[in-house]
């Protein structure tokens, strides 16, 4: 193998590395969300619930939410549709659609939400909670980049206090 032959595969390999991470970059170029969700969550403005049989004294507790964030990691915007919540019975599924969430910061859906921007709302988790069935309670986003919705199953089970 001359000196050639070898400055054409050294440029061979360099020009197929940089084809390989243009399309890595433009395949990833799109709107990216990343969702959290964290139930057992408590807010400063939630409902106080009376306690029954409190051993302590205590009047209440603080209800407890389902908190869910949404965030765009990627390079453009992207709308959020609607947020929901089911589970699977025999036959089928049972569900809450978005009035069973409550915003946050007035940004009401359906929201565009830009590169590095955070939504996030609360759903009640005793009333989710309730839901028949006994498969795992789902969190199902829609958003208009995607073809399918985000969905997170929650398998924890709400933490009962005083009750």
Same mark, same amino acid.
């Given at each position: 193998?001359?000196?050639?032959?070898?400055?054409?595969?050294?440029?061979?390999?360099?020009?197929?590395?940089?084809?390989?991470?243009?399309? %890595?970059? /433009?395949?990833?170029?799109?709107?990216?969300?990343?969702?959290?969700?964290?139930?057992? +969550?408590?807010?400063? &403005?939630? @409902?106080?619930?009376?306690?029954?049989?409190?051993?302590?004294?205590?009047?209440?507790?603080?209800?407890?939410?389902?908190?869910?964030?949404?965030?765009?990691?990627?390079?453009?915007?992207?709308?959020?549709?609607?947020?929901?919540?089911?589970?699977?019975?025999?036959?089928?599924?049972?569900?809450?659609?978005?009035?069973?969430?409550? %915003?946050? /910061?007035?940004?009401?859906?359906?929201?565009?939400?830009?590169?590095?921007?955070?939504? +996030?709302?609360?759903? &009640?988790? @005793?009333?989710?909670?309730?839901?028949?069935?006994?498969?795992?309670?789902?969190?199902?986003?829609?958003?208009?980049?995607?073809?399918?919705?985000?969905?997170?199953?929650?398998?924890?089970?709400?933490?009962?206090?005083?009750?």
């Amino acid at each position: 193998m001359n000196s050639t032959e070898i400055v054409a595969w050294w440029g061979a390999v360099i020009a197929t590395t940089v084809l390989t991470w243009d399309v %890595v970059k /433009w395949l990833r170029s799109g709107a990216r969300l990343r969702m959290k969700v964290k139930p057992n +969550s408590h807010y400063h &403005d939630s @409902e106080v619930v009376p306690l029954k049989n409190a051993p302590d004294g205590a009047c209440g507790r603080v209800k407890e939410s389902i908190h869910i964030e949404l965030a765009n990691v990627g390079a453009l915007p992207t709308t959020i549709m609607n947020i929901s919540a089911r589970r699977a019975i025999p036959g089928g599924w049972v569900g809450n659609d978005s009035s069973a969430f409550t %915003v946050h /910061w007035g940004k009401e859906l359906p929201y565009m939400i830009s590169p590095g921007d955070i939504w +996030s709302c609360r759903g &009640d988790q @005793e009333k989710l909670f309730k839901l028949p069935g006994t498969a795992p309670l789902e969190i199902i986003v829609m958003v208009s980049h995607l073809k399918k919705p985000m969905i997170e199953k929650i398998v924890t089970t709400p933490v009962k206090t005083g009750e």
